[in-house]
């Protein structure tokens, strides 16, 4: 790595890197998972559940010598619904911003069936990129160790990745040595935010997100995909008094508002109570949340909403 720098003529010192690393990959790969290993700390939400990201999230990774810009964003698949539609778009847009792009994929997805399915995807997410692609292989964790030469011998009949990392986002195993990869294909460029900022998502976003995910953690089949959270307040006060955030979980149907609220109110009763610790670590104060249950037919095909969602 230290052969490719080059010296910056004002400080005498190797030149600094700086640019922008786009996340992309299949739905579950792992990526929010990633980048909160890079940041060393949780701004995406993480679930078991596939498309639980559903917007572009931006952290800085500021290091020795460079910045990352990195960009998690919604797991590539086939949209159905307009907020589908948005969300692919949202992450193949993040293609062209992109100084290096990182296709992250799952590891223990290796049967050829669906390895083939995975190259036709790369042959048209990839087709337009003209930035090296870095392939990291996630979830080795969970991989038998014999199968990952031959897995990897696979992918590189896939695509000319520039290179070809396997990695654990879970457990960072691997993890340096794909920094390393990364920082090298940067350009030389500027520090581009301070070195003390993670992300450029506000509190109320992530408050959103923390909400959600506790939706996606706690219920199942279509319900968590036809709800969405808005925050209505979000209010800090002085001397120390906790901040209060009132929030609206928007479902699409009755029956849904029912399964949101639970019996005697048990299931927000657990959204809130698993929420609030989380908000509270993240703005580090006490918070008291107050959360509604909101029908709005067809939200996942109204642009007005999606706007608000900041889709
Ligand atoms: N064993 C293992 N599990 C992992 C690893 N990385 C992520 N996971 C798990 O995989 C699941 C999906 O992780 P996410 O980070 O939400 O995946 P994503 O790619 O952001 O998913 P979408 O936002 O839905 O596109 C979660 O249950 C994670 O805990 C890993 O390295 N090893
Ligand atoms: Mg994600």
């Known amino acids: 790595m230290t052969e490719s720098l080059t010296m910056d003529q004002s400080s005498g010192s190797a030149a600094y890197r700086s640019g922008v690393v786009a996340i992309i990959g299949p739905p579950n790969a792992g990526k929010s998972t990633l980048l909160n290993h890079f940041l060393g700390q949780k701004i995406a939400i993480v679930t078991p559940k596939p498309q639980t990201t559903r917007n572009r999230i931006l952290g800085i990774l500021t290091g020795e010598g460079y910045q990352i810009i990195l960009l998690d964003t919604p797991g590539l698949h086939k949209p159905r619904e307009l907020l589908n539609r948005e969300m692919v778009r949202i992450a193949l847009d993040t293609l062209a911003e992109a100084d290096v792009v990182l296709f992250l994929a799952d590891a223990t997805v290796r049967t050829p069936e669906r390895l083939e399915k995975l190259g036709r995807e790369f042959a048209v997410y990839l087709q337009r990129v003209s930035c090296p692609v ?10 038998d160790k014999a199968l990952l030469l031959p897995l990897l011998d ?13 990695v654990s986002a879970l457990q960072g195993e691997g993890t340096g040595l794909l920094l390393e990869e990364l920082v090298r294909l940067l350009p030389e460029g500027p520090r581009y935010y301070p070195d003390d900022i993670p992300t450029d998502a506000t509190e109320r976003f992530i408050a959103a997100e923390i909400i959600r995910e506790k939706v996606f953690l706690l219920t199942r089949d279509e319900v968590p995909y036809s709800t969405a959270v808005l925050i209505d307040s979000f209010q800090e006060s002085a001397g120390g008094r906790p901040v209060v955030i009132h929030a609206t979980i928007l479902v699409e149907q009755p029956s849904q508002k029912g399964i949101i609220i ?46 608000d969602l900041g889709l």
């Open 262 to 307: 639970g019996q005697q109110g048990r299931m927000l009763g657990q959204i809130r109570k698993k929420a609030m610790p989380d908000i509270e670590e993240m703005l580090d104060r006490k918070v008291t949340l107050r959360l509604w249950v909101k029908v709005k037919k067809n939200w996942t095909s109204n642009e007005q909403v999606l706007r």
């Open 154 to 166: 696979r992918y590189r009949s896939l695509h000319p990745f520039a290179a070809m990392v396997p």
């Open 134 to 143: 870095i392939l990291a292989l996630n979830k080795i964790d969970q991989l």
